[in-house]
């Protein structure tokens, strides 16, 4: 009826209609319908009234709340298809998930893409695709450097160790051992060295130090046998040609 008495213009009753609506289908779960209704509603009164309106900004926290419970449904469907041994599609439901988070927080920093970022590196990881999931990590890691400021936390703990992880199965073992090594040393600075997550990283960080001692020894030997099979020796003939 509003649409029809304003010809589809924007005005704040259309908005209030859209808000109204998109109230009812989150009340029913329904929360693709209402975030299209709470967007639209956002949208006119933006255009109306500014970022800085009051309904302009009560509309934009429904919206949000909306958009995170799409994001949290997205999560929940991606670890159901885990359980299936289904990665392809839980792929699809964690990039989902942080666009939905990307969408609320754009580029700003937030622990729940943080997560986002980490899930979707550990599905290429599982994948060993291992370029794409050090490049997620990366981008979780500087999320939770950003929003810890530096200091020593588990969640930047937990993002060194799995990049150090997905570089012990690139076989880069140098730089595996450094991204180790940093993620155990922070989670004793955190008082966290005998957590479960602690003592994977300290055997990831072990096997790696064993194999990095084992490639050291065949690379000397190897280097002892090419120097003395390439070393001139004298012998009689040579003696004989003086």
């Known amino acids: ?31 693709k319908e209402a975030e299209e ?13 500014g970022s800085n309106d009051k ?9 949000n709340e909306v958009r995170q419970l799409l994001a949290t449904q997205c999560d929940n469907a991606a670890k159901a ?40 590196g550990r599905i290429y990881k599982k994948q060993a695709q291992y370029n794409k999931a050090l490049a997620y ?14 200091e020593a936390h588990p969640d930047v703990a937990m993002s060194y160790g799995s990049i150090g992880a997905a570089l012990k199965n690139q076989e880069a073992y140098a730089k595996a051992e450094a991204y180790l090594h940093k993620s155990f ?17 300290k055997q990831h960080l072990d096997e790696v130090r064993k194999t990095l001692i084992v490639l ?3 690379y000397f030997n190897a280097l002892h046998t090419f120097t003395t099979n390439s ?7 040579d003696e004989k040609r003086e």
Do not use: W
């Open 216 to 218: 050291s020894v065949v």
């Open 137 to 150: 990590y990366g981008q979780a890691l500087n999320m939770h450097l950003a929003l810890h400021k530096g």
């Open 185 to 201: 040393e922070m989670f004793e600075r955190c008082g966290k060295a005998d957590s479960k997550a602690s003592q994977i990283v």
């Open 1 to 31: 009826m509003r649409l029809a008495l304003h010809k589809g213009e924007t005005h704040a009753d259309v908005a209030m209609s859209y808000g109204a609506l998109a109230a009812v289908y989150k009340r029913k779960q329904r929360y």
């Open 231 to 237: 070393t001139p020796r004298y012998t009689a003939q």
């Open 81 to 120: 298809c885990l359980k299936k041994q289904d990665a392809k599609q839980a792929l699809v439901h964690y990039q989902e998930a942080l666009q939905r988070r990307k969408a609320i927080h754009g580029e700003q920093p937030h622990a729940s893409m943080a997560t986002s970022l980490n899930n979707l």
């Open 37 to 49: 209704h709470y967007r639209k509603a956002f949208e006119i009164f933006r255009n109306l009234a």
């Open 55 to 63: 309904r302009t900004q009560r509309v934009k926290k429904n919206l």
